[in-house]
């Protein structure tokens, strides 16, 4: 439930870029998030061009996927007990650095599938400690009358980023090369971190509990599964983080074997589901309200089930752009909105540890269904899981759309009882 002295938004979201602070951290938020995107599509590709194995591009995602289940649930209690800004300088050098490395070792040309994977995970554990901090700092950059446009520029940020660093990447790929994929994320880190020593919170939402992190990240975990709306929504996109969101991950294996344009298909593919990713994202925040927002959530996941059963299962090169497109365009309002209500529903000083469970869905789902989807195409290929994935995501959300008045009664009415 929302902070009831918080008011309603005044306008849409480019009024919250009227505070220096907020607009810097946006801009290097957004900037940095491509970058990690683009070094995700990046590593997927070497990997595939190292081993031509869907069971690889798994390992790698299992990498990425370890230090997020076990660490986001504490990471997320860690920001609600510290200042956020110092806990996402450290994580952003560590990443910097990490990428730096990675970047010098794939221009060296040693590069390997085992070291990508050593990679994936230390990255993974620096991107798993800092992500709730990093998701909760936007609002309080920012007065209270903007607190809601703030935390759709947030959802907007994240969700282009998401959907528009593969397409990045994939023109990076068929121009340049891998290893400027690297290249790029690790200068995008930097102006992230350059960003960090600059601004200052206006208001903080920490409250030290004086109880153990294991307690405060166990009260985070108890005031999710008790409230009916919050869970309900961030269940639906886990769904779409397990199930849809990783056929971006597999993209080279189809631009490849299915489609057989390696680096042109990766490329053409990925900025026609980035465009459509970022018309959506654009569109969802500058909407600024949250009525209807659930209705947008639900059929944006549900599209986007369908735009991905329709390219998985039709071998026709102009069909699978169109697809695309229109899978970037659901994915962003599904996504997107999925984001803007749970935030909108998390108190305060609680809002981290939410936050914190719902970043599930940035990296650490994504990459188990990454790694379960390779596994299954080593045995049935790439079309098959990725069809089945879609049906399965269609279910869920239907099962959500049954319960929808339920759902809006909690995330849409800003004063409505907590279950």
Known sequence: MSDPARPRARGGFATTFRHTDFAVYSLAQWVSNIGMWVMRIGIGWL???LTHSGAWLGAVALGQALPSIVLTPFAGALADRMDQIKLMRVTQAA????????TVTTFAGYVTPLLL????FAHGVSFALGLPARTTIGPN???????????SVSSMIFGSSM??????????????????????NTVAYGAMY????KIKLMRVETRHSGGSLIGDTVAGVKFVAGHRGIRSVIGLAFIMSLCIRPILDLMPGFADE????????LATLMSAFGIGSMIGSVWLANRNRLQGTVNIAIFGIAASAVFAIVFASFVVYPLAIAAMFGFGFAAAMGFNGAQILVQN???GPMRSRVMGLYAYNFQGVPALGTMMLGAASHYFGLQIPAIAAGVISLIATFWVWRHRAQVKSDMENLGGERR
């Open 194 to 197: 350059l960003a960090l020593l």
């Open 47 to 49: 990997a595939w061009d």
């Open 258 to 265: 299915v489609y057989h344009r390696p680096t042109e298909g």
């Open 95 to 102: 990443s910097f650095w990490l990428a730096g490395a990675i």
């Open 117 to 120: 994977v050593a990679y994936s």
């Open 163 to 184: 959907f528009l660093g593969p397409a990045v990447s994939g023109l990076l790929i068929e121009h340049f090369g891998p290893a400027w994929t690297f290249a790029v």
């Open 141 to 151: 950059l920012v007065p209270r009358e903007d607190i809601s446009a703030a935390i």
């Open 345 to 347: 529903a998390a108190a």
